[in-house]
């Protein structure tokens, strides 16, 4: 079955540069979400999109952004990287109608700032 | 106010026995999900079960079953027949209907040591 893809799996940068993660959802999925994991820390929620939409905004920080896109794919954005911004960040995705929305995680993008 | 608490930061299992991971949790809505992840060494998230408030049966998947039990607000995952590719760390999640809201509310977490 296919499952949520992210890309880069790895990604290393300095203090004050911009990264972009992307995120591939399960086709037919209609909710796309991303999390934050820090180092021994649960997963934080950032945002999530429903069918394009911004649905839900957690902990984001102003400096990320995201956006989904026509084709479902999302995009979550970060800019002025600060070292507290290393962790592993997750995206999820769901169909509402489904299980209560149970989500299903990709493998991950582990930033790493210097 | 944490919705979700895990009170066992780490575990041993014996290979081939049975274990309960602890998970109680908050909330004042009626309707909402919870849910068990793994979280093996190498990072990937992955779904274990689910449980939604209104399912009267437990659930069960393969070695997995949820031990609801509602008044006392705690949603037990049982691991039957531990393999050591078990060893992990088990994350329990809850999403409630509130506000229209479909975020996941994750535990601290308890690492799970499958012994040989």
């Known amino acids: 079955a296919a499952g949520v893809i992210q890309s880069p799996r790895h990604l290393i940068k300095e203090k004050r540069e911009t990264a972009t993660l992307k995120c591939y959802p399960i086709?037919?999925?209609?909710?796309v979400y991303w999390y934050q994991q820090g180092p021994g820390q649960d997963p934080q929620f950032l945002i999530s999109?429903?069918?394009?939409?911004?649905?839900d905004k957690g902990s984001i920080p102003d400096r990320f952004s995201a956006q989904q896109f026509s084709d479902y794919h999302s995009e979550l954005n970060m800019s002025s990287l600060e070292l507290g911004d290393s962790a592993l960040y997750f995206c999820a995705s769901s169909r509402r109608d489904r299980g209560f929305g149970t989500q299903y995680f990709g493998p991950g993008t582990r930033l790493l700032v210097l | 106010a944490q919705k979700i608490t895990q009170t066992q930061p780490g575990m041993f299992v014996q290979e081939k026995e049975a274990v309960t991971l602890d998970c109680t949790y908050d909330t004042s809505d009626p309707s909402y999900g919870l849910f068990w992840y793994k979280q093996p060494s190498s990072g990937e998230m992955i779904f274990l079960i689910y449980q939604g408030s209104y399912d009267q049966q437990n659930a069960t998947e393969g070695r997995y079953s949820l031990n609801f039990q509602k008044a006392r607000k705690s949603a037990n995952l049982v691991i039957s027949a531990s393999q050591l590719g078990d060893s992990a760390m088990y994350f329990c999640?809850?999403?409630?209907?509130?506000?229209?809201?479909?975020?996941?509310?994750f535990g601290k977490g308890t690492k799970l040591s499958v012994i040989p």
């Open positions: 999109f429903y069918e394009k939409m911004q649905s």
């Open positions: 999640a809850m999403r409630d209907s509130g506000a229209g809201s479909y975020q996941l509310t």
């Open positions: 086709p037919r999925h209609d909710t």
